[in-house]
């Protein structure tokens, strides 16, 4: 079993930063052989991707949206995946997830473990 507990999201303003934190932990859980992505889901919205790296090659996938303002990185001997939001707009309020697979892909059913989430609003 995969247990991913996530941190750091809040209220700031539009054009502000924030970095959330993904920390993973289990049983026989190797974190560095498991893709990760964060998604996010704003209210009514369906889940969305915003991005995914790869375990294998490092490859990582960006939401059109977020492309330039958002960098994924992981820190395989801390079992964790950081998220740093910059130039931070409205239209980026959600509720932010973790997610881990030993495959992944674009779409939530893709992903067999989550976080519970945190919220990150941003005022515009």
């Known amino acids: 079993q995969v247990q991913l507990v996530e941190s750091g999201g809040g209220l700031v303003q539009a054009g502000e930063s924030l970095t959330l934190a993904c920390t993973a932990s289990g049983r026989t859980f190797a974190f560095g052989r498991y893709a990760t992505g964060w998604f996010r889901q704003a209210p009514g919205k369906e889940r969305q991707s915003v991005v995914v790296i790869s375990w294998t090659s490092g490859t990582t996938y960006y939401v059109d949206s977020v492309k330039g303002r958002f960098t994924i990185s992981r820190n395989n001997a801390k079992n964790t995946v950081y998220l740093q939001m910059n130039s931070l707009k409205p239209e980026d309020t959600a509720v932010y997830y973790c997610?881990?697979?030993?495959?992944?892909?674009?779409?939530?059913?893709?992903?067999?473990?989550w976080g519970q989430g945190t919220q990150v609003t941003v005022s515009s």
């Open positions: 997610a881990a697979d030993r495959s992944g892909g674009s779409y939530p059913q893709d992903w067999n473990y």
